[in-house]
């Protein structure tokens, strides 16, 4: 590339073609104007005389090199993943959104090589987050007016190589099934049951009937192991008192054979969050406050499993990070409250 000045009284003998504009040009009143990074023809010339400037700053793009718009629309290509797809550019960048409802994927490490190229500029919302089809979830562009194809090419191929460098995981259609402990009460089992079922079809799946069953260890197992022989795809399990290692719902796991992944998480509210798994079915222990409505940790995970994610040891592990969950991280929760309020979830 070249860099280029045009004085006012040259521009009639200039070779304008192909030559790119590095400013903004703009009259006093309404009518034409030429917005910086365009692509100048020669018949451009008329309407850029009747503009006031006194000198033009130019650049010459050479062989090899490839301008913003081409640019950005490819790099935008590569970057966009499954599940996602690149919208109309905009202020000189490419919006990249899901095209469904699902979990964002975010291959930070190939966004941290494509970025490492000078000229390049993908910026993304955090991983893990749930997002809504047509959700803008990151944005692809090119910093100068021109880049070399090279540093293009490197950049595509690191963002192809990781299948995208943001994609989006939908949810699928699961039964989930719960088993309570009756030591609740019929009113909190009643407010159990609809806030779960609100939760479960937010996602599209389906809430299997809660089974109830007595605080004892055999009872417990025997209702486990009914609601996964009926085809529960995940298991919810509510009612224990998570600290109480003598509690019978950790006597019933026992009994079945099913062992706790892990049983605590670094994360609050919902820091008392358990999961386990039975015949390869997950079984989440719903701490006592999240209940109800409340968000908790289980909130992060049910959407993960959901989205056809094996959570493990490590994965909860790694929950400690952004796990200070005030009000300010509203975000990385599912919006059933408002999907309630505009009607979608039905009756």
């Given at each position: 590339m070249r860099p280029l000045v045009v004085r006012r009284d040259a521009l009639p003998s200039a070779a304008l073609d192909g030559l790119v504009l590095l400013r903004d040009l703009r009259g006093d009143t309404a009518g034409a104007s030429f917005a910086k990074g365009r692509i100048l023809r020669r018949e451009d010339a008329p309407a850029l005389l009747a503009l006031p400037w006194e000198e033009l700053?130019?650049?010459?793009?050479?062989?090899?090199?490839v301008h913003e718009d081409d640019a950005g629309a490819r790099l935008a290509a590569a970057s966009a993943g499954e599940g996602c797809e690149v919208g109309r550019a905009g202020a000189g960048a490419w919006p990249i959104a899901a095209a469904r409802r699902g979990v964002l994927d975010v291959?930070?490490?190939?966004?941290?090589?494509?970025?490492?190229?000078?000229?390049?500029?993908?910026?993304?919302?955090?991983?893990?987050?749930?997002?809504?089809?047509?959700e803008?979830?990151?944005?692809?562009?090119?910093?100068?007016?021109?880049?070399?194809?090279?540093?293009?090419?490197?950049?595509?191929?690191?963002?192809?190589g990781a299948?995208?460098?943001?994609?989006?995981?939908?949810?699928?259609?699961?039964?989930?099934?719960?088993?309570?402990?009756?030591?609740?009460?019929?009113?909190?089992?009643?407010?159990?049951?609809?806030a779960l079922d609100e939760k479960v079809r937010w996602f599209g799946s389906e809430l299997l009937e809660p089974r109830f069953a007595r605080p004892d260890?055999?009872?417990?197992?025997?209702?486990?192991?009914?609601?996964?022989?009926?085809?529960?795809?995940?298991?919810?399990?509510?009612?224990?008192?998570?600290?109480?290692?003598?509690?019978?719902?950790?006597?019933?796991?026992?009994?079945?054979?099913?062992?706790?992944?892990?049983?605590?998480?670094?994360?609050?509210?919902?820091?008392?969050?358990?999961?386990a798994s039975y015949?390869?079915?997950?079984?989440?222990?719903?701490?006592s406050c999240g209940l109800f409505s409340q968000a908790t940790v289980f909130d992060l995970v049910l959407p993960r499993?959901?989205?056809g994610e094996r959570v493990d040891r490590e994965q909860l592990a790694e929950l400690g990070h952004g796990g200070l969950l005030s009000k300010e991280m509203a975000f990385r929760f599912p919006p059933y409250r408002e999907a309630r309020e505009r009607g979608e979830l039905g009756e």
């Open positions: 700053h130019l650049l010459e793009m050479g062989a090899g090199e291959d930070v490490g190939a966004l941290r090589r494509a970025n490492s190229i000078d000229g390049i500029c993908v910026y993304t919302l955090y991983g893990g987050r749930i997002v809504e089809r047509g803008t979830v990151a944005r692809a562009k090119i910093t100068p007016f021109v880049i070399p194809e090279r540093a293009l090419a490197d950049a595509e191929a690191a963002a192809r299948g995208g460098l943001v994609r989006v995981r939908a949810f699928r259609p699961l039964r989930v099934g719960a088993v309570v402990q009756e030591t609740l009460g019929d009113r909190a089992l009643g407010r159990f049951r609809a260890d055999a009872a417990i197992a025997e209702a486990v192991d009914a609601v996964v022989r009926q085809g529960a795809d995940v298991l919810v399990l509510a009612g224990a008192k998570a600290m109480d290692v003598l509690d019978p719902t950790f006597g019933a796991l026992a009994r079945l054979g099913a062992p706790v992944e892990r049983h605590g998480v670094p994360a609050h509210p919902g820091s008392l969050f358990w999961l015949r390869d079915v997950p079984i989440l222990g719903m701490p499993i959901l989205a």
